[in-house]
């Protein structure tokens, strides 16, 4: 019934930007906590960033400084701003509801399709 839509992806050049966007939607009454997770190739999925519905945020060390993320609450969307890009950013990049901000297996819904960013060097 939870739809996760992820979109923005693209190629860039390295020290590039990129914003991603996550639409949920579905017989859902609120969330909570908000994740996005990335995929690189031959890579397990991980948790690069999280926020809770009162925008209280936690980073991956590997994009804190370099990423933002954001939600509107009104509209069931969350956000992923990403400046300074690197090649190692490369990989498909997925949205979903948490338990805790703090663990990414607490995923609740099933996985969306993704959005694929590439950066080149």
């Known amino acids: 019934q939870v739809q996760l839509v992820e979109s923005g992806g693209g190629l860039v050049q390295a020290g590039g930007s990129l914003t991603l966007s996550c639409a949920v939607s579905g017989s859902i009454f609120s969330i909570n906590i908000m994740g996005w997770y990335r995929q690189a190739p031959g890579k397990q999925r991980e948790l690069v960033a999280a926020?809770?519905?009162?925008?209280?945020?936690n980073y991956a060390d590997s994009v804190k400084g370099r990423f933002t993320i954001s939600r509107d609450n009104a509209k069931n969307t969350v956000y992923l701003q990403m400046n300074s890009l690197k090649p190692e950013d490369t990989g498909v990049y997925y949205c979903?509801?948490?338990?805790?901000?703090?663990?990414?297996?607490?995923?609740?819904?099933?996985w969306g399709q993704g959005t694929q960013v590439t950066v080149s060097s």
């Open positions: 926020i809770t519905r009162g925008a209280n945020t």
């Open positions: 979903n509801a948490l338990q805790t901000i703090y663990s990414g297996n607490s995923y609740l819904y099933p």
